[in-house]
């Protein structure tokens, strides 16, 4: 599986905007970049998704690198509820297999939203 | 949107009984889902793929035996924790697709908080 580079840690302020990097060097051309999040007890939250082009939800932005090799996950205003862990995950076909589209969990970063 | 929900959300269980968790989807049918392990503080570790009418697909280092997964419906899949240990005790989350392709958000539920005495 393709991996992903993510800081351990950012902090923000509350109202402020937030952008989370990833980095994936390795990324094939089949593979979709996924960010979900976590809140402690609680399974993750899908939060966007992309595969080139720029994509926007009521959640959240990602922007993707031109190649492919990074990408941002932009919150726009960032408010206490959005304090989680967020996972940046390639998802990929596994060829071959009955294993298609499983997603590899990093460690991710950890937000910290300052009231 | 999509729901999984799982069930139960908790549970505490002898050691050496088995313990079933059960995960639905609740407003869509999914082709695949996912068991997933996590323990304090670390990330999510994929157990196994579990594939509606097919034997689930385990990762390397999970004992199949010990960790059964029943995919029946579309709408189902099982997890059974057999001869719980103590080391067994984690956070066991579950998630679904309606297909197999990378383009399709996978949806989890709320996991489940075993503890084995």
């Known amino acids: 599986d393709a991996k992903t580079t993510q800081p351990n840690s950012m902090e923000s302020n509350e109202e402020e905007p937030v952008h989370l990097p990833c980095n994936h060097s390795?990324?094939?051309?089949?593979?979709?970049i996924h960010w979900y999040r976590q809140l402690p007890s609680q399974g993750p939250e899908y939060v966007i998704h992309?595969?080139?082009s720029n994509v926007n939800n009521r959640m959240a932005s990602l922007a993707i690198a031109e190649d492919r090799k990074s990408s941002t996950l932009i919150l726009h205003r960032a408010t206490l509820r959005d304090a989680a862990v967020y996972y940046c995950?390639?998802?990929?076909?596994?060829?071959?297999?009955?294993?298609?589209?499983?997603?590899?969990f990093g460690q991710g970063t950890i937000l910290t939203v300052h009231p | 949107g999509a729901v999984v929900s799982q069930h139960p959300s908790r549970v505490i269980c002898k050691s050496g009984t088995s313990v079933k968790i059960e995960c639905r989807s609740l407003?869509?049918?999914?082709?695949?889902m996912f068991w997933y392990r996590q323990f304090p503080k670390q990330s999510l570790m994929l157990m196994a793929t579990?594939?509606?009418?097919?034997?689930?697909?385990?990762e390397q280092g999970v004992e199949k035996d010990k960790f059964l997964i029943n995919h029946a419906s579309l709408t189902l899949s099982t997890l059974t924790v057999t001869s719980a240990h103590p080391e067994d005790s984690s956070f066991y989350i579950c998630?679904?697709?309606?297909?197999?392709?990378?383009?399709?958000?996978?949806?989890f539920g709320n996991g489940t908080r075993l503890t084995v005495t």
């Open positions: 998630s679904a697709s309606w297909d197999r392709g990378s383009s399709s958000p996978l949806h």
């Open positions: 390795t990324i094939s051309g089949t593979d979709y």
């Open positions: 992309g595969l080139t």
């Open positions: 995950i390639l998802r990929g076909v596994v060829a071959g297999g009955t294993s298609y589209g499983k997603l590899t």
């Open positions: 407003d869509f049918q999914a082709t695949t």
């Open positions: 579990s594939n509606e009418g097919s034997k689930a697909t385990y």
